[in-house]
Each structure stands twice: as C-alpha cells, then as structure tokens.
C-alpha cells in the first residue's frame, strides 16, 4: 500500500550533482489549464474557483471573518481531473493484461484494487528520478522537423539517433525519445501532423536492455500506434510498465533541448505522492 507521510530518504549520487557546468535549466513540462488537450481516455483537466472575496462577505460563514476591518479575502480553487494530463508519469498500477487485470508484481484488480484506487503499485511508491538524462533525438538524427504522424520508432532509429549524437547511456538513466510532436503544442491540428508516432516493440526491446530508471517522450503514450500488432494495443506501456516496471513519461516538452543540441543532463523529476492514483503530474527539470 502506498505510503503515508515522510517517504524514507534515499541516496543521490553528488558527483551527478556536480556534473552540471552552465547553471542552466529547461523546463520539459507542458503545462496544465482548463480543458487542455487531453488523450481520450483521460478526463479533462477542470480548474474551478472554490471560494472568493465576495461570496465569503456575502455567505458570512467563516469565522475567520467575522472581525474583519482591513477587508481581508482568498481565493481558493477547485482542481479535478486525470494525473494523465499534460506531463505526467505512470505509476505501475496504470496497466492491467489478462482476465484478472495483473498490474505489475502480480497484482490484480479483483485483489488490490479498492474504491479509492490501488492498494499498491500507485504514485506514492513511485520515487523521485535524480539522475542522468539522455534525449534521443529522431527528427534531427533524420534530417527532418519531426517524425510523421504514426510513424514507428524501432531500435535501429534509436540506435541511429544515440551514435548520431555521440551520447552514451548508462544503467540507471531517463531517457527521453523526441518525435517532434511538442512543437505545435497546444494546437491540436497541427500536433495531428506527427501525433501517435512513437516507440515500437523492438525499440522499446532496445530501451529495456539499457535498464533506465524511467523511459519519457514527447508523445501522449511513449509508443506508435496503431501498434501493427494484432491483439496487442499498447504493447510498449504493457512490455515496459506492467512487466518490466519501468515507468513512462509523457508528453515532456522537449524543443528547447533538441534546439540547443542538450543530450545529456542531470533530470530531476517529482512525482507527487498520491496515495491511489496511477500517475502523477510533475514538472521535469534538465540542468546542465
């Protein structure tokens, strides 16, 4: 079950904290707002405004109210919605294969799902990623602006991409795929030029053998689809996630580093602990 509280600490290597030399950081986050593009399957991102200046003068129910000569207020808000929206991270209870909806470790919904979410495998065993950073870079490796919509991305691009850039990956890495799609972002016509391009199964095979700590892209599901296999939608998320463990990153906003030729960074990426939720929202950091 997911913890409650203070997390237990955890070690983070200072040599890769002192790898940076320009003191300069990207953001890789999209940002989030009222009803933003949001995969289907998702609910919207709803922002509300809970309370307000007038309407606590006027409810008078607040006792923090009641002697009041400087006229104080608040405003206080309302989010609801997925932790899939925008630039997120997969816990491993987001994916379920086979009759008893096995999530990773052999859980099982008819076992380890209550109504407040699962019992285990959610965003709040999901630990920070402050490591090394690779961006794997497609549509630059190809001499092209971004990879076209539902184009696979197999192990011989990724391949291509990594010796292009001279970048080593080393056990333990994030390593983040561009397809190009996040440079149209918000404009939902015109992501559709490069929409659903992705990882395959066999470059998803290429990721898995380099053990990262967590594989991201620019994309809202990491993989190509239609996937071209039969039977099996989303065989990356269920390859990487549900049997490998290996959480997913999506829709990181990865322009600035393509533009500035940045393949490899210290990433610092914070998942917020949410007992029972199978994802998580965070704001990706790239620091070199």
């Known amino acids: 079950m997911g913890q409650v509280g203070r997390s237990e600490a955890f070690g983070v290597s200072l040599e890769l904290l002192r790898a940076p030399s320009l003191g300069r950081a990207y953001d890789l986050s999209s940002g989030w707002w009222h009803k933003m593009p949001m995969w289907d399957g998702h609910a919207q991102l709803q922002v509300m405004t809970y309370r307000t200046p007038q309407g606590e003068v006027n409810q008078r129910d607040l006792d923090l109210m009641e002697e009041n000569d400087v006229q104080y207020g608040f405003i206080s808000d309302l989010v609801m919605g997925s ?26 919904a008819r076992t380890d799902l209550g109504d407040f979410g699962p019992l285990n495998g959610d965003a709040a065993e999901l630990k920070p990623l402050i490591t090394r950073g690779v961006l794997l870079d497609l549509p630059a490796s190809q001499g092209i602006e971004h ?105 990181a906003y990865l322009e600035e580093l393509a533009r500035d030729r940045v393949y490899e960074f210290l990433f610092i990426c914070i998942p917020l602990p949410i007992r029972g939720a199978t994802g998580s929202l965070v704001r990706p950091l790239a620091i070199v």
């Open 83 to 108: 932790t899939h929206a925008g630039t997120h991270i997969d816990a491993l209870a987001h994916v379920t294969v086979g009759p008893d909806q096995q999530w990773h470790g052999g859980h099982s």
């Open 147 to 251: 990879l076209p919509a539902s184009t696979p991305a197999h192990a011989r691009e990724l391949e291509a991409a990594r010796a292009a850039q001279g970048t080593e990956i080393h056990p333990g890495s994030v390593i983040l795929v561009r397809t190009g799609m996040m440079q149209f972002w918000p404009d939902v016509e015109a992501m559709g030029r490069a929409e659903h391009a992705g990882v395959s199964l066999d470059g998803a095979e290429w990721l898995i053998e380099r053990s990262p700590l967590a594989v991201g892209a620019d994309t809202e599901s990491v993989e190509v689809w239609p996937s071209g296999i039969p039977g099996d939608p989303e065989p990356v998320h269920r390859r990487m996630i549900q049997e490998e463990g290996i959480p997913l990153i999506e829709f």
